[in-house]
């Protein structure tokens, strides 16, 4: 058994938050003393309570303008008192930080091994290497397998112009290398950018979900398909933060060609937009004639979600900026649902190419739109290919194979082993460095 004290900047509905939470609450299942550590920006938000086995702890930061992140993520003084008075009273073998640009900040890490704590920084982002979302590596003539270059530079400034801090980079890296004890990427494609960047050689964590939970009753999926406008009609789903750097025009011009050939087509979005991008999807969509083939249902949870996946016939991500991970696929697969996503980071891992979706390049319109229509037009194949996402979700990114994966990156950190932890014969010895065995294998071309 072992004290682990996983930290995020919030406690929400961020993938990184919803990880994060998950696997502090696996692990309390599995027998670990456990504590969770985030930061509220909302005074009367505070909360100290036992939470399905787990230790919680969110404390108030005060907010501070965004526009200075890139000099208080390196150390924010409410977030670093909160680290070390968590540290010094829970007092936990393991601090396992996830993300922490906003509000803990870099400087906890220091904090927490301070107070005699192992540190584990999990990156779930793009933001130790980028100011942004890591967009400056697009190119329409890019297609999967060929190399990518994830590197921050001088080029930043041109960028973020008054926000650039010319010190942050520098300030990451000398704090990885020193305040780190194991650092940890959700992708084999996030852990390639921080080590072309210099920021140590991560072991890869994929995020896992639990493979019994997601389905959903068919009566509750035709009530969401009647309420939506979808019966008898084939459905592209989009789920998460609607912006320009999710390609959303982009799929707005797939949609146009894929009609052409799939006139029943149409597009559904499950999420929140960015201020006034719905209504820049909608008038791009009424220029090209498909403005009555979008739909839109709305923030959904639960059931809700749940169903908004099973009343899809592809799921698509075409993101034009970094993903780190790419949770929405792994939900689709885990739907038994074929996923058409951009290549740039973890998708690459988590997306098969030909065998559970496609890999495409969401600047190249035509072959986005080409895939989407191979899918919506033969349903043998969309089954197929469904099939073999559920089967790769269930082998390589289960919740399991994410706990197992975490208790081996803490039984690393000491030589002795851990008495007691979740494993047969009571003592989990130390990991070889390196990759953990969990990373996907390398997929055919």
Avoid at 153 to 170: E, F, M
Avoid at 219 to 233: K, M, N, P, Q, S
Wanted: hydrophobic letters at 45%; proline letters at 5%; charged letters at 25%.
């Amino acid at each position: 058994m072992v004290r682990v004290l996983v930290a995020n900047d919030l406690y929400g509905r961020s993938s990184a938050a919803g990880v994060a939470v998950h696997l502090a609450e696996g692990l309390a299942a599995r027998g670990h003393e456990v504590a969770f550590l985030a930061t509220t920006q909302e005074r009367g938000k505070e909360l100290t309570e036992a939470r399905h086995g787990v230790d919680l702890r969110v404390v108030l930061t005060p907010r501070y303008n965004l526009r200075w992140r890139a000099w208080r993520s390196l150390d924010n003084p409410p977030g670093v008192a909160a680290m070390a008075r968590m540290t010094e009273d829970w007092k936990p073998d393991v601090v396992h930080v996830h993300n922490l640009h906003i509000h803990l900040s870099y400087a906890c890490l220091a904090a927490a091994r301070a107070r005699g704590a192992k540190t584990v920084l999990h990156v779930h982002d793009i933001m130790p290497v980028c100011h942004q979302k890591m967009f400056c590596h697009l190119d329409e003539r890019w297609s999967p397998g060929d190399p990518v270059v994830y590197e921050a530079g001088l080029k930043c400034a041109l960028c973020v112009r008054g926000r650039w801090n010319p010190l942050r980079n520098r300030t990451i890296h000398r704090v990885l290398h020193r305040d780190v004890d194991r650092l940890v990427a959700v992708s084999d494609g996030m852990g390639a950018a921080l080590r072309q960047s210099d920021l140590g050689d991560p072991v890869t964590i994929p995020n896992g979900l639990p493979m019994d939970v997601g389905g959903v009753d068919a009566a509750v999926v035709e009530d969401f398909r009647r309420e939506h406008g979808l019966l008898g009609r084939k459905v592209i789903f989009y789920g998460g933060r609607l912006d320009r750097l999710k390609g959303g025009l982009e799929l707005v011009r797939a949609l146009e060609r894929v009609r052409r050939h799939v006139p029943e087509a149409v597009l559904l979005t499950v999420g929140d937009a960015l201020p006034g991008f719905r209504q820049e999807m909608e008038a791009l969509a009424d220029r090209l004639g498909v403005r009555s083939a979008l739909i839109h249902a709305g923030w959904q949870t639960g059931d809700r979600l749940a169903a908004a996946y099973h009343a899809a016939d592809v799921v698509t991500s075409p993101s034009l900026c970094f993903e780190s991970f790419g949770l929405v696929n792994l939900e689709a697969m885990r739907a038994g649902r074929p996923v058409v996503s951009s290549p740039w980071g973890g998708p690459s891992d988590v997306v098969e190419d030909g065998v559970t979706g496609y890999l495409v390049n969401p600047l190249q319109v035509d072959v986005l739109a080409d895939r989407l229509t191979r899918i919506l037009a033969d349903e043998s194949h969309a089954a197929a290919l469904g099939r073999a996402g559920r089967a790769r979700a269930e082998a390589l990114f289960s919740t399991d194979v994410m706990l197992d994966a975490a208790e081996a990156v803490y039984a690393g950190l000491f030589p002795t082993g851990i008495t007691g932890m979740h494993k047969a014969g009571g003592v989990l010895s130390a990991a070889p460095p390196g990759k953990l065995g969990t990373r996907p294998p390398e997929r055919s071309r």
